[in-house]
């Protein structure tokens, strides 16, 4: 499978990565050599063949739903790029 | 005392031989020498280290001291600490400063280790070269042409040329045992779940597993004790008691079956290297060993079905760096959007960006049955591979990495070729099995490793064989001339 420019810039919003138009080409370039490697997976037949999401076939180990950690919002908060108030501040998303 | 095993500084630290504080001074003196010239360490932390090693001299004197009290190591930047910057070797996490401890870490620190600071490594543990790391890459003591292998580079590079006796490492498709093997140290992937991946940043969580990098498999032995258990905090993490890895170490090897995949001596393979890995199989049936062939037929797809599992994994993990909460975010944003997209865009290097793209391109609508869920089932095919090998044979033995280490520079223009460096690591983390590298010669003055695989939690058998080789040879406790 070979991806274009145009491709890239359509999977770079999905992923909220903006890639200069510039550098589109390159991404498209690489992007397709890694999917052409990817494809030699289709050598294999696996018409059946259960997959493996854990190694070691483990289901999600699942605890009870009580309170476990203690409420740290402000040291949190202090590595944060902006707060106000306790809140975290980002543009503001409704007119 | 730089050139000591953990094993030995211990025991001088018991003896009284020397204080923890006289021991971290030495190894602080190294890294504020070699440290320029290697770029192994983003940080150092000399006055927290000086601290721990006070703490330690005073638990010693209490009479409270274990194996690993007083004893310098380094930390991979991937593992958060508490109150140190934790980069994990991206523009991202740059002045990131971790609130908390990894499970790691709080392990190690409770045992009375002394981290001397924070290793460099390849952005967000993706690289094979250490060379994309935002903060420069990391050179090969043996070489400094050379790299020092990826991810864990920083962490190998400052083992084999003395800066530290030992350092954590984390492998998700050989970032522990291809570096180990490039820079002529011994290093361990434990089986999945046998270290707790809380706290350590996740790239491809089904994956990522953490274990010890050191000169000796005695070193990986003492630390792996330390790193290894149960962790209510991650969900992912192996209900099992961790034996006794340092007791298990002299079993002699009469009779250890030891299988040679075919796949791992074909096309590709270095004939330098494949010369040094035979000398150590000829070693192991010295010591003892039956030498068996194997077949892991489906090697080949191990590569192809890594880079689809762990982009696709690294594009849902990495979502989380939005410059909202923390690390790095653009100036002047116009919206959200612009917000989320310029604070990744800045934030990450190009290797990353390009597993992120393909992660969420093989996610994305219509897609998942041909690349993720067809993955999933090549990776149930590799798995079977390796209970059948073990149906017949104790271990699976074989070359770490098809060569000895590139020169910098030489694959970074092209992604596919660094990623067949990884050839005989990758299909271990699909397996989840644990993989251990050990060096076995050089060719020309650039290490060459062994790589041993065991069925799961056989940790305690790959030290073992690793620890017999090296009571045997001295590969182990050659230094790089310049570090001696």
């Known amino acids: 499978m070979s991806l274009g420019p145009a491709e890239v810039a359509k999977i770079a919003l999905l992923a909220r990565l903006a890639i200069r138009e510039q550098d589109a080409p390159a991404y498209a370039r690489d992007l397709s050599a890694i999917l052409e490697l990817v494809a030699r997976m289709n050598a294999a037949d696996t018409a059946g063949v259960a997959p493996m999401a854990h190694p070691l076939d483990m289901a999600q180990r699942l605890r009870a739903d009580e309170v476990s950690e203690p409420d740290q919002r402000e040291r949190f908060q202090t590595i944060a790029p902006r707060v106000e108030a306790g809140l975290y501040l980002v543009p503001k998303v409704i007119e | 005392m730089h050139d000591q095993t953990i094993a030995r500084l211990s025991a001088g630290l018991a003896a009284g031989e020397f204080s923890s504080e006289e021991l971290t001074r030495v190894f602080l003196d190294r890294i504020e020498r070699f440290n320029p010239g290697l770029n192994a360490f983003i940080t150092v932390t000399e006055e927290s280290a000086l601290a721990q090693a006070r703490a330690a001299d005073q638990r010693r004197r209490r009479g409270e001291a274990g194996p690993l009290t007083g004893v310098p190591i380094a930390q991979k930047d991937i593992f958060c600490t508490d109150g140190v910057r934790t980069s994990c070797g991206s523009r991202m996490l740059d002045r990131f400063i971790a609130p908390y401890n990894a499970t790691v870490v709080e392990k190690?620190?409770?045992?009375?280790?002394?981290?001397?600071?924070?290793?460099?490594?390849?952005?967000?543990?993706?690289?094979?070269?250490?060379?994309?790391?935002?903060?420069?890459?990391?050179?090969?003591?043996?070489d400094l042409d050379a790299v020092p292998g990826g991810s864990s580079g920083g962490s190998a590079a400052a083992v084999a040329a003395r800066l530290t006796p030992g350092a954590t490492g984390t492998d998700t498709g050989g970032s522990i045992r291809q570096p180990a093997a490039l820079c002529g140290i011994t290093g361990i992937k434990p089986t999945y779940g046998r270290v707790s991946r809380w706290g350590m940043i996740a790239y491809a969580s089904s994956l990522d597993q953490g274990g010890p990098m050191?000169?000796?498999?005695?070193d990986c032995a003492w630390l792996l004790g330390t790193m290894a258990g149960f962790d209510p905090r991650d969900s992912t993490s192996a209900d099992r008691p961790v034996p006794d890895y340092a007791a298990a170490l002299d079993r002699p090897l009469e009779g250890l079956k030891i299988g040679l995949p075919e796949e791992y001596f074909g096309e590709g393979l270095d004939s330098a290297v494949a010369r040094a890995v035979d000398a150590a199989i000829a070693e192991y049936r010295t010591l003892g060993a039956k030498i068996l062939e194997v077949s892991l037929p489906n090697s080949r797809l191990a590569v192809p079905a890594y880079y689809v599992i762990a982009p696709a994994e690294c594009s849902s993990n990495l979502a989380r760096f939005d410059g909202v909460r923390y690390g790095h975010r653009c100036e002047q944003p116009k919206d959200l959007l612009d917000l989320y997209t310029r604070s990744r865009a800045e934030g990450f290097g190009a290797e990353v960006t390009r597993r992120i793209l393909v992660g969420t391109f093989a996610l994305s609508a219509g897609y998942y049955d041909a690349y993720y869920l067809k993955a999933q089932q090549i990776r149930?095919?590799?798995?079977?591979?390796?209970?059948?090998?073990?149906?017949?044979?104790?271990?699976?033995?074989?070359?770490?990495?098809?060569?000895?280490?590139?020169?910098?520079?030489?694959?970074?223009?092209?992604?596919?070729?660094?990623?067949?460096?990884?050839?005989?690591?990758?299909?271990?983390?699909?397996?989840?099995?644990?993989?251990?590298?050990?060096?076995?010669?050089?060719?020309?003055?650039?290490?060459?490793?062994?790589?041993?695989?065991?069925?799961?939690?056989?940790?305690?058998?790959?030290?073992?064989?690793?620890?017999?080789?090296?009571?045997?040879?001295?590969w182990h406790a050659r230094a790089p001339v310049a570090f001696a």
């Open chain 2, 380 to 474: 149930r095919l590799i798995s079977d591979d390796f209970q059948r090998a073990f149906e017949q044979v104790d271990l699976i033995a074989g070359p770490t990495s098809p060569t000895v280490a590139f020169n910098l520079g030489e694959k970074t223009d092209d992604p596919i070729t660094m990623y067949l460096s990884d050839i005989y690591t990758i299909a271990v983390n699909l397996a989840g099995l644990p993989g251990l590298s050990l060096p076995v010669g050089f060719v020309g003055q650039r290490p060459a490793g062994l790589q041993l695989i065991g069925n799961y939690f056989a940790e305690d058998r790959l030290l073992n064989a690793a620890h017999r080789y090296q009571q045997a040879t001295d």
């Open chain 2, 108 to 142: 190690l620190n409770a045992a009375g280790a002394v981290m001397l600071g924070k290793t460099n490594m390849d952005e967000f543990a993706m690289g094979s070269s250490n060379e994309t790391s935002f903060y420069g890459p990391v050179r090969n003591p043996w």
């Open chain 2, 214 to 218: 050191a000169r000796t498999a005695e």
